[in-house]
Each structure stands twice: as structure tokens, then as C-alpha cells.
């Protein structure tokens, strides 16, 4: 009786084992076709709103997108007062694209000067910086930009 009790245990643990990292297998595929849905609702959005063609949309080309107007500086991150497609890729690799461009000394963090050059950053610099050393590196800064996303 004790065995056959055990051995339940033991399937029924296996068991939710197994379910459980299923559900991160899941929870990995469910984010992969998210983020190739967004890419896909991205691009057609883009192509609806860049009337010339140009493949760049100008602050004009943006009104009445309130997502788009709001974060219109964000996502330009390198200043140029246009958005082009990859300025719209999701999370990592824009995040990624834009710490090297923010970094301008190259030292692999961003410092307060360089953050300047950023006004949401800027704003957002002390918040983000968690071990209180004046720089972000690109761990705080992807902790950034997740808590923007939730």
C-alpha cells in the first residue's frame, strides 16, 4: 500500500513537472507569435500611414496615432524626426540598437551625459539605474523598457 501510494506521488509530481515546463515551452512559443503578430501589425500600419512611400514616417504622417505620437521620440531614438520600419522592431532589438547608439563612448554603459541626449531616458534614468552607480547597462535598461511594457 505505501509503494503503490509513493509511486502516485511520484507520477503525479512527474507529472506536473512535465506540465509546467510545457507551459514555459508554451509561454515561450505564445511570446515568439506575439511578437511576430506585433511585427506583422507594425508593417501594415506603417505601410497605411507612410502616405509618400518613402519608407519614413514624419511626425505629420503619425497624427491620430496616439501610440505613435505619444512615443514618437522614443522610438526615434537616433533623433532624426522620421520613424523608419526597424524603428518599430520589437523589444530586444531595438532595445539593443539603441543602448549602442546611447553609449557614444562605447564603455558599455550609459552614463547621465549620454542619457541627456534621450529626454524619456533622462527622465527615466534614476528609476531604472539599480545599483545606484549613474550608469545604466544594458540589464537596467532592458528592466526599463519591461516595466514600460506592462
Same mark, same amino acid.
Request: with cysteine; net charge positive.
Given at each position: 500500500m505505501l509503494f503503490r501510494t509513493l509511486r502516485l506521488l511520484l507520477c503525479c509530481w512527474l507529472l506536473s513537472l512535465g506540465v509546467g515546463l510545457l507551459g514555459a515551452d508554451r509561454a515561450q512559443a505564445q511570446t515568439t507569435s506575439e511578437e511576430r503578430a506585433y511585427q506583422q501589425r507594425m508593417q501594415q500600419l506603417f505601410g497605411k500611414l507612410d502616405r509618400?512611400?518613402?519608407?519614413? @514616417?514624419? !511626425?505629420?504622417?503619425?497624427?491620430?496615432? #496616439?501610440? @505613435?505620437? !505619444?512615443?514618437?521620440?522614443?522610438? *526615434?531614438?537616433?533623433?532624426?524626426?522620421?520613424?523608419?520600419?526597424d524603428d518599430l522592431q520589437p523589444g530586444e532589438a531595438r532595445s539593443e540598437r539603441?543602448?549602442?547608439?546611447? *553609449?557614444?563612448?562605447?564603455?558599455?554603459?550609459?552614463?547621465?551625459?549620454?542619457?541627456? #541626449?534621450?529626454?524619456?531616458?533622462? !527622465?527615466?534614468?534614476?528609476? #531604472?539605474?539599480?545599483?545606484?552607480? *549613474?550608469?545604466?547597462? !544594458?540589464q537596467e535598461l532592458r528592466g526599463l523598457s519591461e516595466q514600460r511594457r506592462r
Open positions: 509618400n512611400g518613402d519608407q519614413r @514616417l514624419q !511626425r505629420q504622417e503619425v497624427q491620430g496615432q #496616439a501610440y @505613435l505620437e !505619444r512615443h514618437f521620440e522614443r522610438l *526615434d531614438s537616433r533623433n532624426r524626426g522620421y520613424l523608419t520600419p539603441f543602448f549602442s547608439q546611447a *553609449d557614444r563612448n562605447g564603455d558599455g554603459r550609459i552614463d547621465r551625459r549620454e542619457a541627456e #541626449a534621450h529626454s524619456w531616458l533622462q !527622465r527615466h534614468c534614476r528609476r #531604472a539605474d539599480r545599483n545606484g552607480d *549613474d550608469t545604466l547597462d !544594458r
